[in-house]
């Protein structure tokens, strides 16, 4: 199994720390990033180098103050169009399962799966086999 980097952003905390523990049974190995304040994380993901996107999965929340993930993608995909360097996954995160929402991540191209929370164990685990089948 690969070494992945995750890089959580949400801003509840109880949320990234269920993930964080989650991830490091699937791989104790596995570093993580985590962000509750998306500014910084905005910030974090536009100031880092190409090559630091290695085997990354962005796990974005949607619903958060300050700086939205809808607006956070939008920055992101003013600096990456089409796609995220260096294999690099970002996928949504919701508590809403509506059908605007997952219509709408679709049109972002950077946006590899759009997940309703609570996010399983097995979806994690999905996301770290995504990376092996590259």
Not at 51 to 79: A, C, Q, V, Y
Request: hydrophobic share 35%; aromatic share 10%; with cysteine.
């Amino acid at each position: 199994m690969n070494l992945l980097n995750f890089v959580l952003i949400d801003d509840d905390r109880i949320n990234n720390f269920l993930v964080e523990k989650q991830l490091h049974q699937i791989n104790p190995k596995t570093n993580i990033v985590s962000f509750t304040n998306p500014l910084e994380a905005c910030q974090y993901l536009l100031n880092l180098e190409s090559l630091k996107f290695e085997n990354t999965s962005i796990l974005l929340d949607i619903n958060m103050p300050i700086l939205n993930g809808w607006e956070l993608l939008d920055r992101l995909t003013e600096k990456y169009p089409t796609n995220l360097p260096s294999n690099c996954k970002l996928c949504m995160l919701s508590s809403s399962n509506h059908s605007d929402d997952i219509e709408k991540s679709k049109k972002y191209p950077i946006v590899y799966k759009y997940y309703v929370k609570p996010i399983s164990k097995a979806i994690l685990e999905e996301i770290f086999l995504s990376f092996n089948e590259n």
